[in-house]
């Protein structure tokens, strides 16, 4: 099954996900990376892995749907079947969703429903609850919602800074984001099997 990765920041997910498939461990080929910022670390690590990326200027384009309508003529060229959401901050509208159904997967720093949002680590270290976790879900038309695939919990020492909670975080993203991805994959085969 063919993915493409959309991203906006540093990269460090794309980057363990990277390292699952050359360890043999994604049952996905992963065959681009979408980012919107010109300047996301991203696209470096997307270069030196030779992983074909581009940068689409949301600020170019009259509208979201525009946007998205030319990212979709990319991936029909590489036959996308699934987009991977990694650390990219933009909502997915209509157009991609529409193109799409169920098959955009998305990592969330937090135990969905639990802290939805752009700052769940923050959020949850702010609340000084005694848990939280990591959760990889389908995407709908609404925020940190749609049907879950996988999720695993984290706990928090209470002595904790925020940095150690993020890294202890990330460090169960590391392990997560592959295994949700091939459950996604797995999922969408065998709803494509029973059409």
């Not at 995407?139 to 150690?164: A, K, M, N, Y």
Request: charged letters at 20%.
């Amino acid at each position: 099954m063919n993915v493409i990765v959309f991203a906006s920041g540093s990269g460090t997910n794309f980057e363990a996900l990277m390292e699952k498939a050359n360890q043999g461990l994604l049952d996905v080929n992963i065959v681009g990376l979408v980012c919107d910022k010109e300047q996301a670390a991203v696209r470096a690590k997307a270069d030196r892995l030779n992983v074909p990326q581009r940068w689409y200027n949301p600020k170019a384009y009259p509208d979201k749907a525009a946007y998205e309508a030319d990212i979709l003529v990319w991936l029909k060229e590489l036959n996308v079947e699934m987009i991977v959401l990694s650390g990219y901050m933009r909502i997915v509208g209509k157009t991609l969703l529409d193109a799409y159904p169920n098959a955009i997967v998305n990592l969330h720093p937090a135990l969905l429903p639990a802290f939805p949002g752009a700052h769940s680590i923050q959020d949850a270290f702010d609340a000084k609850v005694d848990h939280t976790g990591v959760t990889v879900h389908f995407i709908d038309d609404q925020i940190d919602q749609g049907q879950l695939i996988i999720q695993e919990r984290v706990d928090i020492d209470p002595s904790w800074t925020l940095d150690q909670l993020e890294t202890a975080v990330h460090a169960k993203e590391y392990d997560l984001f592959y295994r949700g991805v091939n459950l996604a994959a797995k999922q969408i085969q065998q709803r494509e099997s029973n059409q």
